[in-house]
């Protein structure tokens, strides 16, 4: 389904009890496209938060080493938290489906997870493409990536290499970012990633989803590529 791009959503919505009414007209817009899972099914987008409050992030791409890390530490998010706080928890990408069990593999991320392969969503959402300016005296490095950027390029160029099918999984230039939605019509946060180190700390993004905090220091499994 085609849907055709809008202007980019620019609110930052900072509290867990905030929500825009009526639903924006990119979300509405966004709510209709496709999302295809591992198995190559698809179903609406709006499907994924219609009954249930959801956590959603859009990564960059499956072969960027700063989404491989940050999907790592999501991993670590236990179902029982958000079972819970009945929110669900969902990774959006941008490559065929053929790649998510892949990458779930690698990542050791066993919850939702599914692809926009055509990029429909990121455009009605505003997710914009390229590295954006790093605002002066702030800092850039992520929390929860640990490789600098020469290392994790080398390693992100080697799987797109040695994998499968020898592709990029995605559009390297294209930006994620992450929302938390529903039920229904109800937008509690959202943040446009600016940079591929631009993620939204993933224990600021549950607090505000209502689920418990993870402890993200402590030392974390090492999976090699």
């Known amino acids: 389904m085609a849907c055709p791009p809008a202007a980019p959503v620019t609110q930052q919505i900072c509290s867990s009890h905030v929500s825009l009414h009526p ?17 190559g099914k698809k179903i609406p987008f709006r499907a994924l938060y219609e009954e249930q409050k959801a956590i959603v992030v859009f990564v960059r791409n499956f072969l960027c080493y700063t989404c491989k890390e940050y999907v790592e530490d999501l991993a670590k998010v236990p179902k029982r938290f958000l079972e819970d706080a009945n929110v669900r928890l969902i990774v959006i990408g941008q490559s065929s489906h053929h790649h998510i069990k892949p990458f779930c593999s690698l990542t050791g991320y066993t919850h939702e997870m599914y692809v926009d392969p055509q990029r429909e969503i990121y455009k009605t959402l505003g997710m914009k493409r390229g590295e954006g300016n790093k605002t002066p005296g702030t800092p850039v490095q992520s929390p929860h990536v640990k490789s600098n950027m020469l290392l994790g390029s080398i390693r992100s160029t080697w799987r797109a290499m040695t994998g499968p099918a020898f592709d990029f999984q995605g559009d390297p230039a294209q930006q994620g970012g992450t929302l938390i939605l529903g039920p229904g019509n109800e937008i509690h946060f959202l943040h446009l990633d ?9 224990n600021a993004v549950l607090q505000l989803a209502g689920v418990k905090t993870v402890n993200f220091t402590k030392k974390s499994q090492i999976i090699d590529i």
């Open 23 to 39: 639903e924006p007209e990119e979300l509405r817009e966004a709510a209709q496209c496709l999302v295809v899972d591992a198995d």
């Open 194 to 202: 600016k940079h591929r180190l631009d993620h939204a700390p993933i």
